[in-house]
């Protein structure tokens, strides 16, 4: 029987718990929505303001002689990412979207020749990835329909990584995956799926939407060829914070498929030459100008998983989800969840995933009590609980709310409809 007590003494025995104090919590709300937007820190704060500060300061000298040179930025954030995914500093660079650096990665990699000309990604990834995928390949003028191989799930909420693989025939020219699924949480083998696509000869990229900041990587050493990322989720940069890109080594020093301003060599940049030289880091799979106000509040950010490490979050993550899922089995047990995250710990994100037929209803009454869940069409309620900033007393009081709401069928006062946004 798991009590508050026993919660209180984890989070005494917590080494980053201290970390909390470093966060905007507004109490007594408890906000389990970190996999969907990160909270604001007082660095992260810190670090936007110094960029203001040097613009009102040096105004366009703020390129070059601010503080926090914004010539630069990009790269000492790339430098800074780099530990959390296993990267060299020079394959990582802050920049765009996951879409957009989606768009420039595939216009990069994926070079359709003979028979080899399908892209295989999944039935269950998130829709903008699709998207990407699906544009890409009518700007070559082929049909999705034919295209755009899918990978499907045995159960609506899982991947078979066997599957994935029987699945790189001959035909197939690049592959992107999640490194862990949107509504289930499920982690995807990446070493074993790269490894088997490379022996194909087959580029294989991975949309880490859902694992950087949560779950250490080695992207060089399993030979990744690209990955993408939002910094908005776990690595707490704010809503539209820049994202970022990988590009391995074996890659860099080729032009980008889609070139741009910033994709020049930054010593040859201002040369003001019709021909582009690339730079010979990821920094060359940049587009346009750095969005230096959506990517300062990164830096401050990082300096916080430098202290804390990934590894040591990972740690706590594992011990947070088990212990959610501990609870959900001795409080709720009787009231129609069913937990559809793996419950193995190396297949397991950093969320937990609850189906329930009156999800959207069950999450518009928790937020009256207080807690900030994520809904997620059609059944589907993510609660991720941060190791950064968020306690085992705040999972243990979360789930007395939720069965607080289940006991007295709170949930009833709500439509079990999605809100404009989910």
Known sequence: MIRKEDARNLDKKDPLAHFKEEFYINEPRLYMDGNSLGLLSKRAEKSLLTS?????????????????????????????????????????????SITTNLHQLLATFYKPTGNRNKILADELNFPSDIYAIQSQLKLHGLDPNEYLVKVPSNDGRMLDEDTIIDMLNDDIALVLLPSVLYRSGQLLDIEKITTAAHEKGIIVGFDLAHSIGAIPHELHAWGVDFAVWCTYKYLNSGPGGVGGLYVHEKHLGQAPGLAGWFSSSKAKQFDMDHTLIPAETAGAYQIGTPHILSSAPLAGSLEIFAEAGIASIRE??????????????????????????????????????????????????????????????PNVIRLAPIALYVSFEDIYEMTMRLKEIMEGKLYKQFTNERGIIA
């Open 316 to 377: 706590k993550s594992l011990k947070q989800t088990t212990f959610l899922m501990e609870l959900i089995e001795q409080e709720l047990g009787s009231y129609g969840f069913t937990i559809a995250n793996p419950r193995e710990a190396k297949r397991r994100g950093g969320h937990i995933s609850l189906e329930h037929e009156e999800a959207a209803s069950i999450c518009k009454a928790l937020k009256a009590k207080d807690v900030i869940p994520d809904f997620r069409s």
């Open 52 to 96: 203001l500060e040097d613009w009102k300061e040096h105004g366009i000298e703020g390129w070059t002689e601010g503080k926090e040179p914004w010539y630069y930025l990009s790269e000492k954030l790339g430098s800074m990412t780099a530990p959390l995914i296993g990267a060299k500093d020079e394959e990582v660079i802050n920049t765009g």
